[in-house]
């Protein structure tokens, strides 16, 4: 069946870098765009980016535009999200979605999520 | 912040009907974008509930119905089971500030 999973996650200092992964399965991941959303704790559901099945174009929410770098590999069905300048609200829980047709769509299904915290 | 405003809760008893709105602006709901629910039970990844403002995925109960007009949309619960009892959030597309959420509205069952 269609399913995302979520790796990388972790504790990590501010400043610092962490990558996260995605590996995908059960469906053709070439086809498809993909997303990154997050929640932090308590909180609700926030867009981080997005990245069309060729790789562009790309989209960054404005709060980690210049910070984070999507990118995938169709070769090995699987989504990344570099992170970088970490700071304390970035600390949240990382999904990987896939995104229906269309510049509006919705996203079905998401991954199990990630944790990702950021402390000294 | 989000730019689509839910309300926090909504609450009912097993068998009633609740609605929750989700109210956004003319450079997203307005500008004819679709509309997306997701329900969260806890603990757990959000699931699609509905897409495309009205349309329900293979496996979700018809109890689940959506609808859109001008710059709001809504979600309605008929026939409210305690398996019902979860976040739900609305998502739409916004012209200058891309994928849009809504700001969750927890559903209480009594």
Known sequence: QVQLVESGGGLVKPGGSLRLSCAASGFTFSDYYMSWIRQAPGKGLEWVSYISSSGSPIYYADSVKGRFIISRDNAKNSLYLQMNSLRAEDTAVYYCARAQAGIAAGFDPWGQGTLVTVSS | ??????????????????????????????????????????????????????????????????????????????????????????QSYDSSLGYVFGTGTKVTVL
């Open chain 2, 1 to 90: 912040q989000s730019v689509l405003t839910q309300p926090p809760s909504v609450s009912g008893a097993p068998g009633q009907r609740v609605t929750i709105s989700c109210t956004g602006s003319s450079s997203n709901i307005g500008a004819s974008y679709d509309v997306h629910w997701y329900q969260q039970l806890p603990g757990t990844a959000p699931k699609l509930l509905i897409y495309g403002n009205s349309n329900r995925p293979s496996g979700v109960p018809d109890r689940f119905s959506g609808s859109k007009s001008g710059t709001s949309a809504s979600l309605a619960i008929t026939g409210l089971q305690a398996e019902d009892e979860a976040d739900y959030y609305c």
